[in-house]
């Protein structure tokens, strides 16, 4: 008896990978190339980027904030490590005396330059009480308009191979390095929202804000954490997003934001705050990333591709909703 | 007390976020500076106009007001070609951005009527606005840019556009394709077809025309895989590899833009397929394109000019100013209406010349 009631929790707390598994299912039975490991990687690759962006998202929405900044800072960072990382042979560079720079310095640079859009998030939605959707869209606004500054929105391309290869390579001879830091950053987002005093903190915030400061938690310490957090994960999906690309341009990471967003609704994260499971955000991230693979492999008209994805982002929040609904 | 220090923090960050903000936009701010600059001059001829009491503005150059759409590398181009045009001929030039907002580019215009211009140069923000814009303009004289405002609200001498025609940049591509493919004997091909920001007229035009060009000359094109990437590389790579992974045979690869090819070109080389084996072609020829189409990686692509597009609006409102017409102007067709500047083939064999 026991028994049965524990399957039941477990499936309606699990529902979201439920709606995978049925999509995996429906997918292999459409197209032949679907479940090739060529394919599934490829897919892979197009949501890791996103993905990394979902991992940052999620602790402004738990928070029961939002981060609006991190297409922006994808843009941003994608323009700083590019102008650092072109061949040195090149004669169009951008600085032309520059030397040589160690790759992993070109990272620590850009990583900088993102993350303090980050905490100058956090400190503007802590300290000043502003809504953190206009305050990251502030900031949004800003890191887009100084990478058009900084580029002039002139492309910046012909990055040094040992550059590209940190988006590029392969490790084992199958895992794609961009898959690999996106398998890193969920570790590192599943160990701080569980195992740690911050990843609590933040649900406490997102529950209750007054009773978490009752509880004797810094909430604005930790807020300033969450969207610096945000910030150094876009960063680094902007890096290596350019990468991987092999070159920078300011539409790079244009509406990414809103991908992530989605991603994170999809997977259950919870916009009254306080509610979220990393578990059920990969699975998010997963759904949209096969939703438009499989478009694109049974060839869905273009123009039809953004109302499906419209209806999915709708009907898998109302069953969400309504799955708390029942709970309380 | 309490409230005092909140208002203390909420001024400090503001002036930090502001100072930030300006701080970081110096660099844009030379039009901010050209502005001022060219205020001056008003003042200046306005009062040599008082002094020697003729008011001649053709002589003058005349005051032509440039509300640009946004700025990206194309249209940035454009406006220095025309800032650096004007300054040459004596007309002074005061261009601002209506960072793709209709309702900051109206202001513009009504700026341009109250604070007598001679002249308007206008690139579209959107180009359902056009009549809009016309009204607001009053009897000043428009000359459109870049986008085509529509031929009914053109007007000979008087409301008048510069432009590229967008229908020819795909007829180029479909050319250079039909003779690769007729070269080799086929009259068949399969053919990917990835296409910019959905509803945007350039796109429809240019999608459009190379399908056109290619059925008129005889090439039987099966699209095995039709999307957008809008107008982006990163993105139109991660297609492309996905595309690749359903193991579909393909003879061209046609992109709206060149960034797309680029981003097409980046997949090929990143699946281990060569690109020079399968023709990819671009529109726009970009400083990177071309490079790629030395290197051989890009087939072809089409030359919009960005500089003869902001030296030719210039050209036709200066013209308007002096009383004189259009038609003096090369490329300016019989209604007196249009300029057209004419996109310009590029392939391995030219592509020099259009490389710094």
Not at chain 1, 64 to 86: E, F, H, R
Not at chain 1, 242 to 251: D, E, L
Not at chain 1, 263 to 278: D, E, F, L, N
Not at chain 2, 280 to 289: L, R
Request: glycine share 8%; charged share 20%; with cysteine.
């Amino acid at each position: 008896m026991s028994k049965s009631f524990d399957f039941k929790k477990f499936l309606s707390k699990n529902s979201i990978w439920i709606v995978l598994i049925v999509m995996i299912i429906a997918m292999t039975f459409a197209s032949p190339v679907f479940m090739t490991s060529g394919n599934l990687f490829n897919m892979l690759i197009t949501e890791s980027v996103i993905g990394i962006l979902t991992m940052g998202i999620v602790f402004a929405i738990l928070s029961k904030g939002i981060d609006l900044s991190p297409g922006a800072i994808v843009a941003w960072t994608a323009a700083v490590a590019a102008s650092l990382a072109q061949n040195p042979d090149y004669s169009d560079k951008k600085f032309k005396n520059l030397p040589d720079l160690p790759v992993i310095l070109i990272v620590l640079i850009a990583l900088a330059a993102g993350t303090v859009f980050g905490l100058m998030n956090g400190l503007l939605i802590a300290y000043t009480k502003i809504p953190a959707f206009i305050a990251t869209l502030g900031t949004q606004l800003i890191a887009r308009s100084l990478a058009y500054i900084y580029t002039n929105s002139y492309p910046i391309p012909n990055l040094k191979s040992s550059f590209k290869t940190l988006g590029q390579a392969k490790f084992f001879g199958f895992l794609p390095s961009i898959v690999l830091f996106f398998i890193v950053f969920v570790c590192i987002a599943g160990f701080m929202l569980t195992q740690t005093r911050f990843g609590k903190n933040v649900y406490a915030i997102g529950g209750n804000d007054q009773a978490a400061r009752v509880a004797g938690i810094n909430v604005e310490k930790n807020l300033v954490k969450v969207y610096t957090w945000g910030a150094f994960c876009a960063s680094m999906g902007g890096i290596l997003l350019v990468s991987r690309s092999g070159a920078s341009s300011t539409t790079m990471g244009l509406n990414y934001e809103l991908d992530a967003i989605a991603a994170a609704t999809v997977g259950g994260t919870s916009h009254s705050g306080g509610i979220a499971r990393i578990s059920g955000v990969i699975a998010g991230i997963l759904i949209l990333g096969i939703l438009k693979n499989g478009m694109l492999l049974l060839g869905v008209n273009s123009y039809l591709q953004q109302a499906l994805k419209g209806v999915i982002i709708i009907v898998a929040v109302v069953f969400d909703m309504r799955k708390n609904v029942k709970k309380s | 007390m309490k409230n005092i220090k909140k208002f203390f923090v909420l001024g400090l960050s503001l002036i930090m976020v502001s100072t930030f903000a300006f701080g970081c936009g110096q660099k844009d701010n030379t039009d901010t500076k050209e502005d001022t600059k060219k205020e001056e001059t008003t003042d200046d001829t306005t009062q040599t106009k008082e002094d020697d009491a003729t008011g001649d503005k053709a002589k003058a150059g005349g005051k032509i007001l440039f509300t640009m759409s946004s700025r990206d590398q194309f249209l940035t181009s454009m406006e220095t070609a025309a800032t650096k045009y004007a300054d040459e001929n004596g007309v002074e030039l005061v261009v601002m951005d209506s960072e793709d907002d209709i309702t900051k580019q109206l202001s513009h215009i009504q700026t341009a009527v109250t604070d007598d211009y001679d002249a308007i140069i206008c690139n579209l923000v959107n180009t359902d606005n056009s009549a809009e814009i016309i009204s607001s303009a009053g009897d000043l004289p428009v000359v459109f840019v870049n986008r085509s405002p529509g031929e009914a609200n053109l007007k000979a001498d008087k409301y008048v556009y510069v432009g590229s025609n967008e229908s020819d940049s795909g007829k180029f591509q479909a050319e250079y394709l039909a003779k690769y493919f007729k070269d080799q004997g086929k009259t068949e091909i399969n053919a990917v077809l990835l296409q910019g920001v959905l509803g945007l007229e350039n796109v429809i035009k240019r999608t459009d025309s190379v399908k056109k060009g290619l059925e008129e000359a005889g090439i039987k094109v099966n699209y095995v895989f039709e999307d957008t990437a809008k107008w982006d590389r990163a993105t139109a790579q991660e297609m492309f590899i996905q595309f690749l992974g359903t193991g579909k045979q393909y003879d061209a690869v046609i992109c709206n833009n060149d960034e797309m090819a680029l981003g097409v070109i980046e997949a090929m080389e990143m699946q281990g397929v060569d690109p020079t084996k399968v023709p990819v072609v671009g529109i726009d020829a970009t400083a990177v394109g071309c490079e790629a189409i030395q290197a051989g990686k890009m087939a072809f692509s089409v030359y919009q000019s960005a500089a003869g597009q902001g030296e030719g609006a210039v050209k036709a409102a200066q013209a308007i100013v002096g009383g004189e017409s259009i038609s003096t102007i090369e490329g300016a067709n019989d209604d007196k209406t249009i300029v057209w500047i004419p996109f310009e083939p590029v392939d391995k064999s030219n592509v020099e010349k259009y490389m710094k």
